[in-house]
């Protein structure tokens, strides 16, 4: 029998020694693959033939890349928060916990805890393609929320090149999966961060998309590795952008006003299904020159694009707070 989507697997463990594999302990719910990648050498050198020479070539390099979607879950998302934005522990004796994810944007060392991630495609009998990597990061992670549906998120990353190890049994789902209804959400807008979260964007915001490029990506170094894959992580830049679709009445002129005025925003996202549950991102942003006007159905919209910049009052960017029922990941 073939490999089918609803059997396919990707399991995650956040590792001690980074770039050490443990196995896996949880299960993620979702839609994607871990897919391995390999570059090799084909000379183009002739040696007498009118044709291509140099036989099967040589790999040089070799590592891991993967892409994941699904819903947005309180319990799910920090691990990709982890791995891409800080290694963070939560506050809180007992439930809730809060989880605060902020970028250190002082340091280049190694602030994140990278993941050993697993991958299987089965039949439900036999695992037909198995991956195993170590030393993962996320490199990418975008939340997209409308009032049509849940919210949503997409995460990308990197690893070391593919193992042959068996994938681990014992690995297992979260025992609770907290979603999020578009309709649920808030936005705020203010002129400072100390402000964020004072003037909510009431009746207005069609839907909100925001996404993070983490700005981890592999060092490859002459370290004599056996698996030509890539030595460890190096920092780049932060990347995030926003885009907040408005209906365009009083509110959204006014926010067309910032614009025009090259302001200044500071935005925050955010839905709280209870007291002890709650998604929360805070972004320091300047306005996009992209200004583009829609319809939807009748209403006429406009779409604000936001690039996310250092606030050096606060000496903040972005920060996501996650408020659920687990003291771990």
Same mark, same amino acid.
């Given at each position: 029998?073939?490999?089918?989507?609803?059997?396919?697997?990707?399991?995650?463990?956040?590792?001690?020694?980074?770039?050490?594999?443990?196995?896996?302990?949880?299960?993620?719910?979702? &839609?994607?693959?871990?897919?391995?990648?390999?570059?090799?050498?084909?000379?183009?050198?002739?040696?007498?033939?009118?044709?291509?020479?140099?036989?099967?070539?040589?790999?040089?390099?070799?590592?891991?890349?993967?892409?994941?979607?699904?819903?947005?879950?309180?319990?799910?998302?920090?691990?990709?928060?982890?791995?891409?934005?800080?290694?963070?522990?939560?506050?809180? &004796? &007992?439930?809730?916990?809060?989880?605060?994810?902020?970028? +250190?944007?002082?340091?280049?060392?190694?602030?994140?805890?990278?993941?050993?991630?697993?991958?299987?495609?089965?039949?439900?009998?036999? +695992?037909?393609?198995?991956?195993?990597?170590?030393?993962?990061?996320?490199?990418?992670?975008?939340?997209?929320?409308?009032?049509?549906?849940?919210?949503?998120?997409?995460?990308?990353?990197?690893?070391?090149?593919?193992?042959?190890?068996?994938?681990?049994?014992?690995?297992?789902?979260?025992?609770?999966?907290?979603?999020?209804?578009?309709?649920?959400?808030?936005?705020?807008?203010?002129?400072?961060?100390?402000?964020?979260?004072?003037?909510?964007?009431?009746?207005?915001?069609?839907?909100?998309?925001?996404?993070?490029?983490?700005?981890?990506?592999?060092?490859?170094?002459?370290?004599?590795?056996?698996?030509?894959?890539?030595?460890?992580?190096?920092?780049?830049?932060?990347?995030?952008?926003?885009?907040?679709?408005?209906?365009?009445?009083?509110?959204?002129?006014?926010?067309?006003?910032?614009?025009?005025? +090259?302001?200044?925003?500071?935005?925050?996202?955010?839905?709280?299904?209870?007291? +002890?549950?709650?998604?929360?991102?805070?972004?320091?942003?300047?306005?996009?020159?992209?200004?583009?006007?829609?319809?939807?159905?009748?209403?006429?919209?406009?779409?604000?694009?936001?690039?996310?910049?250092?606030?050096?009052?606060?000496?903040?960017?972005? &920060?996501?707070?996650?408020?659920?029922?687990?003291?771990?990941?």
């Amino acid at each position: 029998m073939p490999a089918i989507r609803p059997l396919r697997k990707l399991q995650v463990a956040l590792e001690t020694t980074p770039g050490t594999p443990v196995p896996a302990t949880r299960v993620l719910r979702g &839609s994607g693959r871990l897919t391995e990648k390999r570059e090799a050498y084909r000379t183009e050198y002739p040696y007498g033939v009118r044709a291509p020479a140099g036989g099967a070539g040589v790999i040089t390099r070799r590592w891991t890349e993967w892409e994941w979607e699904s819903e947005l879950a309180l319990e799910e998302v920090g691990w990709w928060l982890q791995s891409g934005v800080r290694q963070v522990t939560p506050t809180g &004796s &007992s439930d809730p916990y809060t989880w605060t994810w902020e970028p +250190n944007l002082g340091s280049a060392g190694l602030s994140v805890q990278t993941l050993s991630l697993e991958y299987l495609e089965s039949d439900g009998t036999t +695992n037909h393609y198995t991956a195993v990597a170590a030393y993962g990061v996320t490199t990418q992670v975008s939340f997209e929320v409308s009032t049509e549906k849940v919210a949503t998120l997409k995460a990308a990353g990197q690893a070391r090149a593919r193992q042959a190890t068996a994938p681990s049994a014992s690995a297992t789902p979260a025992a609770a999966r907290t979603l999020l209804p578009g309709a649920m959400f808030k936005v705020w807008w203010d002129t400072s961060w100390t402000a964020i979260g004072t003037t909510q964007l009431t009746g207005v915001v069609r839907d909100a998309k925001v996404e993070l490029k983490t700005g981890w990506e592999p060092a490859w170094t002459l370290d004599g590795r056996a698996d030509l894959d890539w030595t460890q992580p190096q920092p780049g830049m932060l990347d995030v952008s926003a885009e907040l679709t408005l209906e365009l009445d009083a509110v959204a002129a006014a926010r067309i006003a910032n614009w025009r005025a +090259n302001d200044l925003a500071y935005v925050r996202l955010a839905a709280a299904p209870s007291a +002890n549950r709650e998604f929360r991102l805070d972004l320091a942003a300047r306005l996009d020159d992209d200004l583009s006007f829609g319809e939807e159905g009748e209403v006429t919209t406009v779409a604000l694009k936001l690039a996310g910049v250092y606030d050096p009052a606060s000496q903040k960017l972005v &920060s996501i707070q996650v408020k659920n029922g687990s003291a771990s990941l």
